[in-house]
């Protein structure tokens, strides 16, 4: 059994970010318990689980900060450099995203936002200002 | 927990076209992404790796089959990732393999066919011990 010991708080920072993650993912997955996955049909997602309220306020009040964090996340995906410009209007396909990377950059936001994009929704974004606009939609359909 | 998600999967009838084939390719690949954090939990991989890397390492074995055109081979391959997908997360492989499949086996991978001066007796010695 290997012994885990982190050294610095960002360890522990990053330790427990993927924590919180882990737990929002779960709820994800045990909400889906009896559901079959099939390509047929659209799949009934519930949204069980709940972002934190700090979160919630700055996602909802702040649309430019979910964009460029959005576009931060875009550019780690596609290893791209810090001075490309990407912006609210750059699509994927012209940052050189195929769609296999497309899927990805969805599902590196899902996690870093704490969220579940419906397939349909996945399908139709394009540009990062239709990724942002979707997360907050779904951010808001979640809040309480 | 992921494994309820999996118990329900069912071995799907042939892909009728390529569009198909496709998009079932895109959904297993979702379905591997929602499974990897408890993938790390599994098997502890928190001080080796990260989710989005691991998630990179899911995408370009995909990505290694990009070429294949033959929807019949695409639901060969998705029905041999889903098998290798519900082994992880079952639990039937330990610590050094997922590492070693997922973690490391991509850098050696690359850096030894990166090195044209590497002999080719090298270069199939690491072939051969991380497939």
């Known amino acids: 059994m290997a012994t885990n010991t982190f050294t610095g708080a960002s360890l522990s920072e990053r330790f427990l970010r993927l924590k919180l993650n882990q737990r929002l993912a779960f709820n ?114 979640q809040s309480p | 927990m992921a494994n309820a998600a999996l118990r329900n999967v069912k071995v799907l009838p042939n892909s009728a076209n390529m569009e198909e084939a496709r998009h079932r390719v895109f959904e297993f690949f979702r379905t591997a992404c929602r499974s990897l954090p408890s993938v790390m939990e599994i098997y502890n991989l928190y001080d080796v790796v990260s989710v989005s890397e691991l998630r990179s390492s899911v995408a370009s074995q995909i990505r290694n089959n990009i070429h294949v055109t033959d929807p019949k081979v695409i639901d060969m391959l998705l029905f041999k990732g889903m098998e290798e997908l519900k082994n992880v997360v079952d639990h039937s492989k330990q610590r050094h393999h997922i590492i070693g499949q997922y973690v490391v086996g991509r850098q050696v991978q690359d850096s030894a066919t990166k090195d044209p001066d590497t002999s080719t007796f090298l270069k199939n010695f690491y072939n051969t011990n991380y497939f």
């Open chain 1, 28 to 141: 994800s997955i045990a909400g889906q318990r009896y559901s079959s996955i099939s390509s047929y049909g659209r799949r009934n997602v519930s949204f069980s689980s709940q972002p934190r309220s700090i979160r919630l306020t700055v996602s909802c009040a702040a649309k430019p900060e979910t964009v460029e964090k959005v576009c931060k996340i875009v550019k780690n995906q596609l290893a791209l450099s810090d001075d490309s410009k990407v912006n609210g209007e750059s699509t994927f396909t012209a940052l050189g995203a195929d769609s296999l990377d497309t899927v990805e950059i969805v599902m590196g936001l899902e996690e870093e936002f704490g969220i579940t994009v419906e397939e349909d929704s996945a399908q139709s974004i394009s540009t990062v200002q239709e990724a942002a606009d979707l997360i907050e939609e779904i951010i808001n359909k």
